[in-house]
């Protein structure tokens, strides 16, 4: 008997195959070692053989195991090595690392049984992190990496994320996560906290009331007048778009001192309102709107459930998020709107995202005209609840689902030519969907975060404004908010306004209810 086979090696997964070829002249017969695998054919006359060798269950260790097969041709006796590979794998000993606010060197330890000259490691986008120092195979070994954190400045945890693989990204560790912490301050003081300040004072109407409060605030930041400057210019920025630019007499605005026990967001750190940001990947923001809506009521004579409460963070994240709220019978012309001094409070990002959460969310109850890459036909639930809250609070103006251009929401605007440089018409991509929900214009601060808001959203302000400032004696008319609109310009630039490529939608306002 003769084999050309000396040995047969399989790969991991389960019926991996294998061949051994060889001749015998008499009979013959074959005997596997081990229960894991099998041979095609355990016993034959005299010829010539190809005997598939299988693998009948997945090498999960992680070393090679073998085994033998065992050919016998009368005195004969040849034994052929079978051998079936390990699955690879990259273990990480901890998922998840803490970093000093200061600066650190993280000792990252990991197994595996790659080759190390092919493994690779990815990272988010932090330039606050490199490697230091890999160390170093086919068994299961322990390596280690040194990751070299810089000091963190901010006064907010930051998150960045490894991930090991192989070199053609086949093999993954799960998600590894380094946080850092943030440089914390601590009050001593909180007698001033809780104290209301008047802003402005409306000379037409009701009074609208937008009430102003800051999370992440120490006491030294409202001695030193540092908490005041930054109320202020938060109300500057929002009566820097029209029609509000232009409505501002309209509006008493009041601020709310907020003493926070810690100047930091996240795990440990203690903020009057507890505010967060729960996916370092997307842009929300979660905040104790009962808190909130606590220190609302301290202002005087306002009806919290009427009133536009901005939160202001001492964080300069680029994140932003918008509450509404409703119940069984109601939806509430109150908003909250968490909004951090995004790239500082001279920034126009700061001053955009707070016009876009604030008057667009908060106030005008609009909807966002921009769609998510994974959201593609809008799902029939999100459609029914827009609808609801369209036809009972007037919500959501500026959106639709129709293309038909006289049923259409804003088919006035369409039609009229005297705003035809404004390219009003049916744009498909609103309410965070690609498919099936429609606005009125290509580009808009709804959309983008700039270039002003469009009719159809000036329009729905002008309503609220009005409504809430006069009443139910205020009649709506269309030509009266024309002839207004005209006198004031927009933000012509809108029209060149395109979304730019590093643009990242905000999370989608948020409906809470309450049970009453």
């Known amino acids: 008997m ?9 790969s991991a997964p389960q019926s991996s195959i294998g061949t051994i070829g060889f001749s015998s002249a008499t009979d013959w017969t074959a005997a596997c070692s081990d229960s894991w695998f099998t041979v095609s054919q355990t016993a034959g006359v005299g010829g010539t053989f190809n005997l598939a060798v299988t693998a009948l269950s997945e090498n999960d260790t992680y070393e090679t195991r073998k085994g033998t097969v065992t050919i016998t041709s009368g005195t004969i006796v040849k ?14 000993q901890t998922s998840t690392y803490f970093a000093k606010a200061g600066g650190d060197t993280l000792k990252i330890i990991f197994s595996t049984n790659v080759n190390t000259d092919s493994l690779r ?35 907010a945890t ?7 693989r192989n070199a053609s990204s086949t093999i993954k560790s799960e998600k590894l996560t380094i946080n850092q912490l943030a440089n914390v301050g601590t009050s001593t003081d909180f007698s001033q906290d809780g104290v209301v300040s008047t802003l402005q004072t409306a000379t037409i109407g009701n009074g609208i009331p937008i009430i102003m409060m800051g999370d992440g605030f120490l006491d030294k930041d409202i001695s030193d007048g540092t908490y005041a400057t930054v109320m202020k210019k938060a109300m500057e920025n929002i009566f820097t778009e029209e029609p509000v630019s232009s409505l501002r007499s309209y509006f008493s605005v009041y601020q709310v001192n907020a003493v926070s026990k810690n100047n930091a967001f996240g795990t440990g750190y203690n903020t009057v309102f507890s505010c967060s940001f729960p996916d370092a990947e997307t842009t929300e923001i979660d905040g104790n709107d009962q808190t909130v809506q606590t220190y609302a009521a301290k202002v005087s004579g306002v009806d919290v459930d009427n009133a536009l409460v901005i939160v202001i963070l001492n964080s300069k994240e680029y994140k932003g998020t918008t509450y509404f709220y409703a119940d069984s019978k109601d939806y509430y012309q109150l908003g909250i709107c968490y909004c951090p001094m995004i790239d500082g409070q001279e920034s126009a990002s700061f001053r955009q995202v707070l016009n876009h959460e604030a008057i667009g969310h908060g106030f005008a109850k609009l909807e966002d005209e921009y769609s998510y890459d994974k959201n593609e036909t809008i799902k029939s639930s999100d459609k029914t609840m827009i609808q609801a809250a369209q036809k009972a609070a007037n919500w959501y103006p500026n959106v639709d689902f129709t293309t038909d251009s006289t049923a259409v929401l804003w088919s006035k605007f369409i039609v009229d030519n005297r705003y035809t440089t404004q390219k009003i018409g049916i744009y498909e991509g609103a309410a965070t969907y690609s498919k099936g929900a429609y606005r009125s214009t290509s580009a808009s601060i709804m959309n983008a975060n700039t270039g002003g808001f469009n009719a159809p959203s000036r329009e729905a302000i002008y309503k609220r404004v009005m409504t809430l400032a006069f009443g139910s004696s205020w009649k709506y008319d269309y030509e009266t908010f024309v002839t207004y609109d005209k006198a004031h310009p927009y933000a012509i630039k809108m029209q060149a306004a395109t979304r730019s490529a590093n643009f990242i939608p905000f999370v989608h306002p948020k409906l809470k209810f309450r049970h009453k």
Not at 82 to 90: A, G, H, P, R, T
Not at 142 to 148: G, K, M
């Open 158 to 164: 930051r998150t960045a994320y490894l991930q090991f």
């Open 121 to 155: 490691i990815y990272s988010s986008d932090a330039d606050w992190i490199s490697l230091v120092d890999p160390n170093g195979t086919k068994a299961l070994e322990s390596y280690y990496i040194l990751v070299a954190v810089e000091p963190n400045a901010e006064n």
């Open 2 to 10: 003769s084999s050309t086979s000396t040995e047969v090696s399989l």
């Open 79 to 92: 034994t052929i090595t079978v051998s079936q590979k390990c699955i690879e794998v990259i273990q990480l």
